[in-house]
Antibody, heavy 121, light 106 residues
Framework: QVQLVQSGAEVKKPGASVQVSCKAS????????MHWVRQAPGQGLEWMGW????????NYAQKFQGRVTVTRDTSINTAYMELTRLRSDDTAVYYC??????????????WGQGILVTVSS | IQLTQSPSSLSASVGDRVTITCRAS??????LAWYQQKPGKAPKLLIY???TLQSGVPSRFSGSGSGTDFTLTISSLQPEDFATYYC?????????FGQGTKLEIK
């Protein structure tokens, strides 16, 4: 069965960077784009970016341009998201989400369990 | 593209028919998805292309609409349906979400 397993919770200081991972199993990793979505406490969902695990092509939301980098390691079926220059308002749960094939782009059919990143001095 | 959901919260009883609305700030054809999220859990895809039911989702969920106005309908609420629902536009790469509708037990 399809699973996206994310790394554990992180606590970071303002100005630091965080890298979260998302290990995929149960399907062909290179066959589906992987997206990153975050959710601040008690708030809604915010799309951050995607990567094509096959080609390495990526695209980011304008809001995060220059601070976010999404990468992948196809040898271990894992995607990564790094966010730099962290601020307190980056405190959120960060999800990886697989894009559904056969639908329009941006439909997320499987999600990781989410990882809480807390930014606090 | 901004998405506005209404209502923001809703109280209903088991067995009720419930409708949630999502309005887009500009036309998005049928490029809309709906998700359900329970506390502490990841969102779950319910519907995409405005009205296509995701595999495994109960048929009591349905979606309709095109252009700027969309609805998610639950025909007969079950206890497990109490959650927050989000619409998402797929028309442009920003993939923005609505602010959510919290469905609570009356």
């Amino acid at each position: 069965q399809v699973q996206l397993v994310q790394s554990g919770a992180e606590v970071k200081k303002p100005g630091a960077s965080v890298q979260v991972s998302c290990k995929a199993s149960g399907y062909t990793f290179t066959g589906h784009y992987m997206h990153w979505v975050r959710q601040a406490p008690g708030q809604g969902l915010e799309w951050m970016g995607w990567i094509n695990p096959n080609s390495g092509d990526k695209n980011y939301a304008q809001k995060f341009q220059g601070r976010v980098t999404v990468t992948r390691d196809t040898s271990i079926n894992t995607a990564y998201m790094e966010l730099t220059r962290l601020r307190s308002d980056d405190t959120a749960v960060y999800y990886c989400a697989r894009e559904k094939v056969g639908a329009t782009t941006g439909v997320f059919d499987y999600w990781g369990q989410g990882i809480l990143v807390t930014v606090s001095s | 593209i901004q998405l506005t959901q209404s209502p923001s919260s809703l109280s209903a009883s088991v067995g009720d028919r419930v409708t949630i609305t999502c309005r887009a700030s500009q036309g998005i054809s049928s490029y809309l998805a709906w998700y359900q999220q329970k506390p502490g859990k990841a969102p779950k895809l319910l519907i995409y292309a405005a009205s296509t039911l995701q595999s495994g989702v109960p048929s009591r969920f349905s979606g309709s609409g095109s252009g700027t106005d969309f609805t998610l309908t639950i025909s007969s609420l079950q206890p497990e349906d109490f959650a927050t629902y989000y619409c998402q536009q797929l028309n442009d790469y920003r993939y923005t979400f609505g602010q959510g509708t919290k469905l609570e037990i009356k």
